[in-house]
């Protein structure tokens, strides 16, 4: 793959490898091995080796700077306690960045597994936690997230996303009205429903914490708690370690 990288430079996208814990990849022979997740974060990548390019820094700088960062905050941001599966908190609460997200790992689970065929069950299953909010807003996405979300997944729990004055229950259960190929389990409390989807989770499984990201806080009825679900994962991770 090429883009173009100035008037008269060609930029060649080689020996892409794509992973559920990030990227490996070569910009003009130069390599590059990144924490960010997707295809479309090594064009990223590429965009900013060219900008930097332009501005006299060389592809091998580019590369080491590339490889410190750690993560977009709360945008596929990987949670790493030392677990044997990948945990991923993201902000997607609509059904077009529903769609983008599953078909982001289910196409890293199938290259991994044409990759490594393994012998007996393969736990390379797909584990999603998300909800709705609440407070009159876009009623009409609830069953399309719980639809998409079931076609895509192996076990999916519904659970809390700032219900604000609605009732959680009714939320769960207009999301859960979309849901045809995998029946959903509905835990209304978002720690409750991360742990189970934490124990449930075997090596080589992807858990996925939609619909927050790095928001700080929750509302339910006319209560707004403090809420982070990066720091509740981490704290239930341990937990179960």
Request: proline share 3%.
């Given at each position: 793959q090429a883009a173009e990288g100035g008037a008269s430079r060609t930029m060649r996208i080689s020996n892409v490898s794509l992973e559920p814990d990030g990227s490996e990849f070569e910009i003009n022979s130069?390599?590059?091995?990144?924490?960010?997740?997707?295809?479309?974060?090594v064009y990223n990548c590429a965009a900013a080796v060219a900008v930097g390019q332009a501005c006299a820094?060389?592809?091998?700088?580019?590369a080491q700077a590339l490889g410190k960062i750690q993560a977009m905050p709360g945008r596929l941001e990987i949670i790493n306690e030392g677990q044997n599966f990948t945990v991923v908190v993201d902000l997607a609460h609509t059904p077009d960045s529903f769609e983008k997200v599953f078909k982001l790992f289910k196409d890293l689970l199938a290259r991994r597994s044409s990759a490594e065929p393994s012998e007996g069950e393969p736990h390379n299953k797909i584990i999603v936690v998300f909800g709705s909010a609440g407070g009159g807003r876009d009623k009409w996405k609830r069953p399309e997230l719980g639809r998409i979300a079931s076609e895509n997944s192996d076990h999916l729990i519904i659970c809390n996303e700032d219900p604000y004055d609605e009732s959680p229950q009714i939320i769960a259960d207009e999301i859960a009205g979309g849901c045809k190929n995998v029946k959903p389990e509905i835990i209304l409390d978002r720690r409750e429903a991360i742990t189970k989807a934490l124990k449930l989770a075997r090596e080589g499984d992807i858990v996925l914490i939609l619909g927050k990201g790095t928001e700080q806080t929750m509302v339910i009825s006319d209560q707004k708690?403090?809420?982070?679900?990066?720091?509740?994962?981490?704290?239930?991770?341990?937990k179960i370690s």
């Open positions: 130069v390599k590059f091995k990144t924490n960010l997740l997707g295809e479309f974060n820094v060389s592809p091998e700088n580019a708690y403090n809420w982070d679900d990066r720091k509740i994962v981490r704290e239930e991770i341990k």
